[in-house]
C-alpha cells in the first residue's frame, strides 16, 4: 500500500470539509482541477449532505470539483466507491505474478470517462486504492 502524505493547503481542505459535515476524512488526494474526499465507512450521506447541499457548498468554497468516496476495508467495496461515479457493476481481484489486479466493469456508456484523457482519471482511482488497498493495477472494462 502507498503511503499518504498530505500537504498544508490540503490539511486546511480536509478541516474546512470536516467541519461543514461533521464527518471523518481517512483520506484527501487533489488535483488540479478536483479534491477527492475518503470519508469512514457509514458516513456517505452525511458527507454529500441533504440534495447533495455540502458538495455544493464545498465546490464553492474551493473551486474544484469535489468526489466523496467511501472507505471500506473490502478492497471489493471501496474499488467500487471509488469508481461510483461510473457506475460499477463489478469489480474481480486477480493475482498476476506478485501483482494485486483489479478489473473494474462499468457502465459502457462511461468507461471513456472513467479512463479519463490520457488515462488521467483510472491513474488517479488506481493511486487512491493502491493508497489503502494492496492492488497495484486497476483496469476499466
Known amino acids: 500500500m502507498g ?7 490540503t490539511l486546511l481542505h480536509i478541516k474546512l470539509f470536516e467541519q461543514l459535515t461533521r464527518t471523518t476524512i481517512k483520506d484527501c488526494v487533489e488535483t488540479s482541477d478536483r479534491m477527492i474526499f475518503v470519508v469512514k465507512q457509514g458516513q456517505i450521506s452525511k458527507a454529500v449532505g441533504q440534495k447533495g447541499e ?3 457548498k464545498l465546490r464553492k468554497k474551493i473551486n474544484k470539483t469535489i468526489q ?3 472507505y471500506s476495508d473490502d478492497p471489493i467495496e471501496f474499488v467500487k466507491s471509488v469508481f461510483h461515479p461510473y457506475e460499477p457493476e463489478g469489480v474481480e481481484l486477480e493475482q498476476r505474478g506478485n501483482l494485486l489486479h483489479a478489473t473494474v466493469k462499468v457502465n459502457p456508456l462511461l468507461k471513456a470517462k472513467a479512463i479519463g484523457r490520457e488515462g488521467r482519471n483510472l491513474k488517479i482511482a488506481r493511486d487512491m486504492i493502491n493508497r489503502h ?3 497495484q493495477s486497476v483496469s476499466v472494462a
Not at 3 to 9: A, C, F, H, K, R
Request: proline share 0%; aromatic share 0%; no cysteine.
Open 3 to 9: 503511503e499518504i502524505v498530505l500537504d498544508n493547503q
Open 54 to 56: 455540502n458538495v455544493s
Open 68 to 70: 466523496i468516496v467511501e
Open 133 to 135: 488497498h494492496d492492488i
